[in-house]
């Protein structure tokens, strides 16, 4: 079992359990469609950023106040914001098996989510890489909506990265992204090496989660 | 005039204007269009600069001017618009020495918003927004209107609708498209050509998204397609990032070397997009202006008959295409009754099973006495292009119900149709003129249906002259020379088929056929409708009107492209057919009990285990001994944590599977189905997450609750409405996210003021009981499972009473 198969899985409730075999070939074929079917899109910026207190952060003239973020920016100097999402045909393939086969579907939800949290881990993989020639580190991802990072911040991040142009990233009212296979997020960039391994869940103060990792 | 000039003569736009801003001093996040009011003298200047450089058209400053996107209390979006179109005839009047006629092109951008149904703008609110734009842009003189950077033909739809019906000037429209010549939508270049050419604009085209020399194949296709002039503004190649900024590099010499060759190919209209600057188009023009005369270098696109859907064009040509008959009520008892329930998920499955038995294009008709066909046709259509990308073949006589579905449609569509009677051309025609589509014309007038082959290439031809008068181009009509029956009709078949021959080669058109209507009143049709569909493709049959799902149909089909060569290697014909004759019939695993099938969530054993069961035992029987006890099973094993949501889904559809088998036999014997208690389920508005409300619709149906489902982003009035109106007694909420458990409360306030007694339970992702009981909720669902319990509960009573009323039958 690979990675996103694994990560899939823990979408889908299995905690530490071993999937079964039924679901397992499910979620292997719910890969197979997503891969021929959806195509990864990302859009990024690099800005200048500081965090003024222990619960501001600035980054390109917006103004976030949020304590977790402001923690988990601390240090740095510069900052990514980045937007993905995997397109409209990943939310068509979804509608149209809540039709013929509901949990198809629910494996669909949990694959499309792993697929593009691969995108996003290789991507920014790639992208440390480039970062460190230039003597950067790379936070965790942070993301609207994580902690107490306020998710009508989605509003400014789509507009500062055009991304309804881009990558056709865009939001509802609600501040819901759609697509809904999407994510935005935040990544400081230091000077300084600090090692930090927390990241999504761990950070999370919901500890009875059933997808806690 | 500018349209007497298009397509005869080159014409230049103007370049980028981010870039010019920037140096002007304009400031991140700033909105570039209030600069037209507080920096006018700057914003002349740069369109000054564009006319000097020679540019025949330029844009006004208001990419992004629509009430959707302009967010600014300080100025009226009205003044914005006439200060952008004053601010161009003022840098016209500067900058235009030579005494040239030049234009103003209003700007028009995307609303930043995605539509209805992935998204939560409405077509109806998108075309409001960009209306108000078009009108004040004409108020203030502007010359024509340029729609740019689209990415979604539903959104470009929108545009320009808005402009066409609103305003009296030319409208172009380009998109952006990437590399692999698709928009982010998914839409490809047929779709886009089709789509903008129904439509009528006066020019097509591509702008931003890549530079020039990336453009070339999206270009090839775009000429290959479009008949109208073609419009192509590139960026200064592909946008690179150096701090945090984001820069193109592709100087002008370099840039109009390229945009030579892009106008030797066929460009009709040329200019820049973002990092391009008036030093480009200076340069472009230098480079070209020799041959502007492009009237002899233009070559006429093919005619291609072509139907879209927001993401799929399918071209007809040779090789025949397969339309899928079956969303229609005709002679069909569970569909209508589908239709009279307004069971829209019946209707989606037919859809969506058509589409992967092989189907090109659906048919759609939902024609019923008593029953809103404008209301419901629009409705189908829109849910069906939801989950299906194949483009829709819209088949009403009702005009309403025609406009209705054809304004709201994703694409270009098929009409069916037209024939030769003068009352039917009036009223379809000027549909085809002003939304686009290609329709089907019938062969039958005034006089009836021709018995002879000519007489029916006769009314053809008069359909195809009426239509040319609405400007109407032939590829836009496919002609259907109407199959007969032949136990009626002796020669019925012969006088199709050469029908068939006759237009193809005295007009050129495509062709379509109802095939199956040749067999009626005969034994064993499948044979006499394969044989005659197989006559009617070597005939030249474009696309026949089909059932995709009769192997017979389709075994003529594939056999039919594998012979003429038209699949390649015989591909499909072996994907289909692979394996087949050492198929045995299907063995039923008789050791499997209907119960464990369920439990193990296995569709077909499900199916054969209650077939098998209903030889010694009642419907009912089986349910409450069978799988009732299974489904308790499975759920009480979720709730310990043994069982996991794809696997108490996998029990739950193959309940619904055994459910199915045993309600034929109900109705079969006549014995009314046990009345079922009403819940109505619905994800909040503002919410678009409806995979959680899907689950509990798929739980509550298994347990025997008529499950309403409203969908998603419903408003608390329509919420409100229906329990008043059903008189339901139970309703189940979803909300994903903080920002709309908002509304979640809304509604349970209205709810509780219109309707007493009516129980409401919530779930999602963000609520707990602690939440649940703010917002007043009777009850929190912490899983699917949950919900059950509690309908139970609170429905049992009821139930019970319905199924004892059954058992006393």
Redesign the interface.
Known sequence: MDSREKEAGRYLGYGKHAIDEKTWSLVKNCFQELDRTVKSRIVYRIFELETPDEGRVKIGGLNITSRNLAKNMKGCEKGVILGATLGIEADMLMRRYSLTDMSKAVVLQACGAAMLEEFLDSWQKEYAEEAKKEGYYLRPRFSPGYGDFDISCQESILRMLDSAKKIGLTMTDGYMLTPTKSVTAVIGMSREHVPCHKKGCEECAKTDCIYRR | MILERLGKELLYFDGGTGTLLQEKGM???ELPETWNLTHTEEMVDIHRQYFEAGSDIVLTNTFGANALKFHDTEYELQDIVAAAVVNVKEGAWMGVHDGREVYTALDIG?T???LK????LSFEDAYEAFKEVAQYGEEAGADLIHIE?M??TYEVKAAVLAAKENTSLPVFATM?FDGKGKL???GDVPSVVALLEGLRVDALGIN?GMGPQEMFPVLEEILKYATVPVIVKPNAGLPK?K??N?YYDVNPEDFAEIMQKITELGAAAVGGCCGTTPGHIRALIKRTESSRDILRRKKKAEDYTIVSSYGKAVVFGEEPRIIGERINPTGKKKFKQALKEHDI?YI??EG??QQDAGAHILDVNVGLPDIDEPALMKEIVTELQ????LPLQIDTVDVNALEAAMRIYNGKPMVNSVNGKQEAMDAVFPLIQKYGGVVVGLTLDENGIPDTPEGRADIAGKIIKEAEKYGIPKKDIVIDVLTMTISSEPKGARTTLEALRLVKERYGVCTVLGVSNISFGLPYRPAVNSNFYTMAMQAGLSAGIINPLSEDMMRSYYSFCALMNYDKNCERYIEQYAGQSNMAPAVKDAKITLKSAIE??LKEEAHHAAAALLAGKKPLEIINEEMIPALDTVGKGFEK?SV????L??S??AAKIAFAVLKEALERSGDAEQKKEKIVLATVK??????GK??VK?LLENYGFDVIDLGKDVEPEVIVETVLQEDVKLVGLSA?????VVSMEETIKQLRKKKTGCKVMVGGAVLNQEYADMIGADFYGKDAMQSVYYAQQILKENQDNGISDTKKL
Do not use: E, W, Y
């Open positions: 400031k991140p996040g995307p930043g918003k995605l149904p992935m998204g939560d950077t990415s979604d952006i982010l939508t998914g931003c990032q701090d945090g984001v998920d989606l499955r969506i099973s939801s989950v299906t990308s193990k969530g944590g996991f949501l794809p696997q889904l996998m739950a559809d503002g919410d678009i997450h409806d995979i899907n689950i798929v994903l996210m903080t920002t709309t």
